[in-house]
């Protein structure tokens, strides 16, 4: 089988650096911060928010966070002195660096299902598992035991899977877990959108760890290079493949040097 990590990398940076416009995007758990049981603790990788800073400071590139977290977690873990575009929820709400908030509409009977999903974990004892967000409900369990995930793949899934019949709702699973989203609302949609509010010749790159961010991967195919993050290689969509922090962060510093070398 080809080695993943020989992908166009070679190529990418002598292009980057004459572009009239560049544009990162990066998601942000998994791929700029190690995983953490406890969530408000993922802050990022040591020497990330330094190069970020000097990215975003450089005004050479347009910086965007794609995250399924809400936006002010991201903001609060990431330490940024100056915010670049920031979208939470997959998509669901858009924070742009005047610090315009703009959301999306989502159905009321989608919110009633959200919280009729939390009310059952709730019920049934879950309730530290949840991580409720507008537009979706997240339910974690990494760290726990893998007899214990089956277990629990499977009753929540029970539960939640009558809330999605007939609704605009739908069950995701997600690297430590399982969430249950209003539907049309993924990162696929979000690069598209970014997409046409781009320049032709812009040069783009999408870098991501978990299952939701191959739909972002699927949508920058043939428009931009992706990149899948991540300690252990498996089957994905992206162009190529880099191990963090150590090859994370070559990348970025990469990034900075080639987008300012003119
Ligand atoms: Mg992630």
């Known amino acids: 089988m080809e080695d993943p990590r020989l992908c166009s990398l070679e190529t990418f940076w002598q292009p980057l650096q004459t572009a009239k416009q560049r544009v990162l995007l990066l998601d942000y758990d998994g791929t700029l911060a190690p995983f953490r049981q406890k969530r408000d603790k993922a802050f990022p990788y040591p020497g990330v928010s330094e190069i970020l800073e000097k990215i975003q400071q450089s ?8 995250s399924g ?9 990431l330490g940024l002195e100056q915010l670049p575009e920031i979208w939470g929820g997959h998509g669901f709400e858009r924070l742009l660096p005047d610090t315009t908030l703009q959301r999306k509409k989502i159905p009321a009977t989608c919110s009633l299902n959200l919280q009729k999903a939390f009310l059952w974990a709730r019920k049934h004892g879950y309730e530290n598992n949840c991580e409720q967000k507008t537009s979706s409900l997240a339910f974690h369990w990494r760290g726990l035991k893998e007899e214990i995930i089956e277990q629990l793949q499977k009753k929540v899934g029970t539960a939640w899977k009558p809330l999605t019949e007939g609704q605009r709702l739908e ?18 949609d979000t690069i598209k959108q970014i997409l046409d509010e781009c320049a032709q010749d812009t040069i783009i790159a999408y870098l991501g760890d978990d299952l939701t961010d191959e739909d972002a991967f699927k949508a920058l195919k043939g428009k931009g290079l992706s990149v899948l993050v991540r300690d252990t290689h498996r089957e994905t969509l992206a162009d190529c493949w880099l191990t963090p922090p150590g090859e994370l962060l070559d990348f970025l510093h990469n990034w900075f040097r080639s987008s300012t070398k003119i």
């Open 59 to 66: 005004g050479k590139t347009r910086l965007i966070i794609v």
């Open 69 to 77: 977290r809400n936006i002010k977690d991201v903001i609060s873990l």
């Open 171 to 188: 069950i995701h699973p997600f690297d430590g877990g399982l969430e249950l989203r209003c539907a049309g609302i993924d990162k696929g």
